[in-house]
């Protein structure tokens, strides 16, 4: 009788907390979206990273400038860092600049020496000499 009478008021606690419990509201009217990236690449620098050659031809074709930074690093310093000598090449042979530094101060030479890409940075020492 007693295990009854137990199972009896814990059943009726739980029946009262259900019937008596109340929809959360929205809140989320409260906040508001705030992006977090500050940067953006330009297309013409993600075209050089991806390593395609025939995008890249069109944008200059297309007036773009060889030496616009885009999250703080020229084009030439972007085909350093990720070793794309046939676009470095013909950056070199449009008249981009070799000698302008990034916003962390560095060159393009030294971005190809810091990732390790050993062709890149072979043209630029030949260009710069």
Do not use: W
Not at 115 to 123: L, P, R, T
């Amino acid at each position: 009788m007693k295990k009854t009478i137990i199972i009896s008021a814990v059943a009726l606690c739980f029946s009262i907390a259900t019937v008596s419990a109340s929809p959360l509201k929205n809140s989320t009217e409260k906040y508001s979206t705030v992006s977090v990236l500050k940067f953006k690449v330009s297309p013409f620098c993600v075209s050089i990273a991806k390593g395609d050659f025939e995008t890249v031809k069109k944008l200059i074709e297309l007036g773009t400038d060889i030496n616009q930074k885009s999250n703080g690093m020229t084009p030439v310093m972007y085909a350093a860092k990720y070793n794309r000598t046939e676009i470095l090449k013909f950056l070199i042979s449009k008249g981009a600049n070799l000698k302008a530094k990034s916003d962390k101060g560095m060159t393009a030479e030294e971005y190809a020496k810091l990732h390790g890409a050993k062709d890149a940075h072979e043209i630029l020492e030949n260009a710069l000499s």
